[in-house]
């Protein structure tokens, strides 16, 4: 995982970097919501300069399938 990807989770989620690993589902944090979600595919979109497609943004339950 990137640096970039950590400061995006971080700052979305408000979790210090040591608290991100691959292992963090949805379920382990009580803010990732609706709302949280689309902050952070704005955040990514924006820090990537990509556009992800809604069956990429519906898999994103887990940091791991944020990275895959």
Known sequence: MDEKLLKIL???FELKEFQIS???K???IDS???LKQM???VSIEEGYG???EMEEIVKM???QTIVD
């Open 10 to 12: 971080g700052s979305v």
């Open 22 to 24: 691959l292992e963090l």
């Open 39 to 41: 902050d952070l595919v």
């Open 26 to 28: 949805k379920d382990d």
């Open 61 to 63: 339950k887990s940091v």
């Open 50 to 52: 990509i556009v992800l």
């Open 32 to 34: 990732w919501d609706s």
